[in-house]
């Protein structure tokens, strides 16, 4: 179980985004929220290693246009990992068995999915990048209340780890990723396989959907619009 090479050594991109969502806290946990409460299909979004950063709060805002009510905790309460901790192997291996471990996690996300049925959202889906990849297929099978999920650019997914899932997944690998197809077809003899999906942007790197990606480059801007249209098909068909 690592990280790939590329979320290791590669900082993230300074950007600024006017956030159209609210901050408030589901009982001691600080979250972002976006998109309208009257939603009955919400998602919890999983940011990566480098916290609430201006682009996953974009996405956040996206999905909350397209209808979901989205909900985004600050799982490592304001500490993400710093520029100046990327490469440092003792660290990430720290983060990996404390901040970033499902022990430690595992109440937030029963928090916010506590928090979608008190305000009776029906379907409620998970979306994580990086190691937030691993704690949303760690959710599908273990946590009721998940319709689905999808994992972008994931790490630390392990063999057998996809086929514990209790739902549909969809899983966007970059170039940096391993090779997910036998753990894809591990699904397959789930009753949901078939609205399971599996897209691998060869031509992106680690991140390019969350902090690492620079959205102000107009390729990577299109790829990152491309990956975000695939998780609106994804959650419009299965919550």
């Known amino acids: ?34 998109g309208s409460k009257a939603s009955k299909r919400g998602i919890l979004v999983n940011y990566d290693i480098f916290g ?11 999905l909350g246009e397209m209808g979901f009510y989205v909900v985004l905790p600050d799982l490592v309460h ?6 100046a901790e990327v490469g440092n192997s003792e660290t990430f291996s720290s983060f990996c068995k404390n901040a970033g471990s499902w022990e430690t996690n595992e109440p937030s996300y029963q928090k916010v999915l506590d928090y979608f049925k008190q305000n009776n959202v029906e379907s409620v889906g998970a ?8 704690m949303v297929v760690t959710a599908l099978s273990k946590l009721k209340g998940l319709k689905g999920g999808a994992i972008v650019h994931p790490a630390l997914i392990e063999a057998g780890d ?15 990723e391993p090779d997910f197809t036998a753990e894809f077809d591990s699904m397959k003899d789930k ?16 991140g390019f959907c969350g902090a690492r990606g620079d959205w ?3 390729e990577q801007a299109k790829r990152a619009n491309d990956a975000i249209k695939l998780l609106v098909e994804f959650f419009n068909k299965v919550l």
Not at 6 to 28: E, L
Not at 127 to 134: A, D, E, L, P, S
Not at 162 to 176: E, I, R
Not at 191 to 206: I, L, N, P, V, Y
């Open 127 to 134: 979306i994580g990048f990086c190691w937030g990849g691993k």
């Open 1 to 34: 179980m690592s990280f790939p090479a590329a979320c290791c050594n590669t900082p993230p991109v300074k950007a600024t985004y006017a956030a159209k969502g609210t901050k408030d806290k589901i009982d001691d946990l600080e979250c972002y929220f976006s």
């Open 78 to 83: 304001g500490k993400p990992l710093t520029e």
């Open 216 to 218: 102000g480059n107009v």
């Open 191 to 206: 009753a949901f396989f078939s609205q399971c999906f599996m897209e691998r942007f060869d031509d992106m790197f680690h």
């Open 162 to 176: 996809m086929a514990k899932v209790n739902a549909p997944l969809m899983v966007l690998p970059s170039k940096d």
């Open 52 to 62: 609430m950063h201006a682009n996953v709060i974009q996405l956040c805002d996206i």
